[in-house]
T-cell receptor, first 117, second 110 residues
Framework: GAVVSQHPSRVICKSGTSVKIECRSL??????MFWYRQFPKKSLMLMAT?????????EQGVEKDKFLINHASLTLSTLTVTSAHPEDSSFYIC?????????????FGQGTRLTVV | SQKIEQNSEALNIQEGKTATLTCNYT??????LQWYRQDPGRGPVFLLL?????KEKRKERLKVTFDTTLKQSLFHITASQPADSATYLC?????????FGKGTRLSVIA
């Protein structure tokens, strides 16, 4: 199946700093990518939809100035957590749908474990 | 608002038995429903998709049913193995981003 690669898999940062997470579709082009956040033993919560060449669409309650999304190419979307705080510590996962397969199945990255100290 | 419920947070089952997981939804008419497997610290992996006009779908030891009248999907793993231990997520889909249930953590005991 299609491959979505996410980097880094783990990151520890200090409070107040910014962290960038990359999500790449390796063998297909994705005009749309999705960013999720997952707390321990909880479901994936959609944060935003990343649209290539245009602004991301954020879900209600997600601060767009804190979670900056850039989708500069058809294979790369980035999520930057700005001025990180300990409560931002979580598991962040991106996904994309391969249009070649009808776009129904979602392919997920490996996830990024963010710890803010 | 849309609501998805996987009514068991955790399910323990003996190896060799059939595991049955339930997914119920309200206030939604999905074009299709999907099941994913998630291992700890990893992203979900797609397992099966079933469309609104399909009653049942099978793939190897997996079987999914979809009852749009009951607004329910059942996910079965037959001849379960310890390697099947994971969290299983159902997701509703249409023309919008996937909406996930909280998942059921399945433990298959040898």
């Amino acid at each position: 199946g299609a491959v979505v690669s996410q980097h880094p898999s783990r990151v520890i940062c200090k409070s107040g700093t910014s962290v960038k997470i990359e999500c790449r579709s390796l063998d297909f082009q994705a005009t749309t990518m999705f960013w999720y956040r997952q707390f321990p033993k909880k479901s994936l919560m959609l944060m935003a939809t990343s649209n290539e060449g245009s602004k991301a669409t954020y879900e209600q309650g997600v601060e767009k100035d804190k979670f900056l999304i850039n989708h500069a190419s058809l294979t790369l979307s980035t999520l930057t957590v700005t001025s990180a705080h300990p409560e931002d510590s979580s598991f962040y996962i991106c996904s994309a749908r391969d249009p070649r397969g009808g776009g129904t199945e979602a392919f997920f990255g490996q996830g990024t474990r963010l710890t803010v100290v | 608002s849309q609501k998805i419920e996987q009514n068991s947070e955790a399910l323990n089952i003996q190896e060799g038995k059939t595991a049955t997981l339930t997914c119920n939804y309200t206030n939604y008419s999905p074009a299709y429903l999907q099941w994913y497997r998630q291992d700890p610290g990893r992203g979900p992996v797609f397992l099966l998709l079933i469309r609104e006009n399909e009653k049942e779908k099978r793939k190897e030891r997996l079987k999914v049913t979809f009852d749009t009248t009951l607004k329910q999907s059942l996910f079965h793993i037959t001849a379960s193995q310890p390697a099947d231990s994971a969290t299983y997520l159902c997701a509703l889909a249409g023309n919008t981003p996937l909406v996930f249930g909280k998942g059921t953590r399945l433990s298959v005991i040898a």
